[in-house]
């Protein structure tokens, strides 16, 4: 026989209510806790003004005008592997985020079953539609979306990350490999000047105007500088090596190991405040997602102290499979609605010590947010005075280059007026090309510290939009600073 629901007459004013309650449940969470980042008003290393385009923040290497090396960035954005994991690790995320709230929207299962009667006197077959409805209130529903959401966002600051890591490392070993490149060919001229003066020595020798000392310490100079030649050879190699991993290749390309010119870097300024560093650090959007993530696993720790309430309903249909009375005894379908209730009573306490746990999880995501931004500031402080100092530094070995350069030509027209021993000219030629050296090593100092500095400050292309597709609804659980 079916089965007959009756349908009350609805009261309005009780429906009202009804759905008032059940939204003010529904948003029932604790508010996010208000992050203020304690950074200074001003930089201690501040840069001086300079008439100079501000450099970009997601372009800052083109202030090197080198080519080669803008080629082999985009390349390695293309190709990089550990930033396309990022990517993969990104969509996983954002594929679990568009279903997060699905969990509480209704819900319709599909089943059958066999059952035998307890007397063994008939089997069924049962087909049936179930269906239930999570309310997701006492702010489950809430927490959910706050951990969907800090996943994201934790997702995008790590892509960031992996960007930002990538262009910094590629530009540092891009210099260092034309640095050592330029730094070969200076001890190849100071071998080949050692070289000249020792054949010089020994013709002495041989006409007795110098002791066999001299020719010692002449040829070990020599071996010294040939020796020295095994550091830059080696470092060329090595940084190829990382550069073609970074580019996700096996081997590095052959234009690379082609000597070539140090990018210089040119003209720039910094247009930048600590307020700035809180919004590009990728570091600091990791930190404030993690904020997020810890505030809605507090959110559902807090709902699971309240009972689960939602909708239920189902359809059941039977048939017999085997009968040993004439006559079946039940009828063939039945439904049922009505509220589920699931009501936490005792535990021995271990939801509330989970939830207790999560309060002090959420604290501990608070603090790592102010040592993200601290560590931000120092590192950005840190480079800022390693600016400084490798400019002051390449300053002073250019002048020192330069008047080394202006006595090895004056040495020169002395040799030449038959004033001075070739020696002479031998000993100032190798003290110009070692001030070369020194100016060129100071010259990749300075590169890398302007390197170092815009790493510190989050400076890479930001992702594209094939890589973050963030849904357009607008964001109500931004953490508050």
Known sequence: MPLRLSKPTPNPLRTCLLGAMLCGLAACAAPLPKLAPSVPAQWQHAIASDPAKPSDLHGWWHAFADPELDTVVDRALANNLDVAQAVERLRAVRALHSTAQAHYLPSLRASTNDVVEPSANASYLL???????????????????????????????????????????????????????QQEQ????????????????????????????????????????TAALAAPRQAVTASAQRL??????????AAWLQPGTPPELGAWKLDSTPADLVR????????????????????????DMFPTIGLGGSIDWSTDIDNNRKYATTPNSIVSLGPELNIPLFDWGIRLAAKHAKDHELKASVLAYRQAVLQGVTEVETALGGVQQQQQREQHSLLAWQALQRVDQSVQTRVSLQLG????????????????????DARAGHSLAYVALFKALGGAPLPTAAEVDTPPAARSDQVQR
Request: zero cysteines; glycine letters at 6%.
């Open 127 to 181: 087909v049936g539609f179930d269906a239930n409805w999570e309310l997701g209130l006492f702010g489950r529903a809430e927490g959910t979306r706050r951990e969907a959401r800090g996943a994201l966002d934790a997702g995008i600051a790590d892509l960031r990350i992996a960007r930002v890591s990538l262009v910094a490392e590629v530009v540092r070993e891009w210099i260092e490999l034309r640095t050592a490149q």
């Open 280 to 303: 590009t650090r990728p570091e600091i959007a990791r930190a404030e997602a993690d904020v997020l993530q810890a505030a809605g696993a507090l959110a559902l720790a807090h709902a």
């Open 244 to 253: 073609a991993m970074l580019l996700g290749q096996n081997q590095p390309d």
């Open 421 to 440: 021993s070739p020696l002479e000219r031998v000993e100032s030629r190798i003290a110009a090309d070692q001030a070369a050296l020194e100016l060129a």
């Open 186 to 225: 200076l001890l190849s001229r100071i071998n080949q000047s050692r070289e000249h003066e020792w054949q010089q020595q020994q013709v002495r020798q041989h006409l007795h105007l110098v002791a066999s000392s001299a020719v010692d310490q002449a040829q070990a100079a020599l071996a010294q500088s």
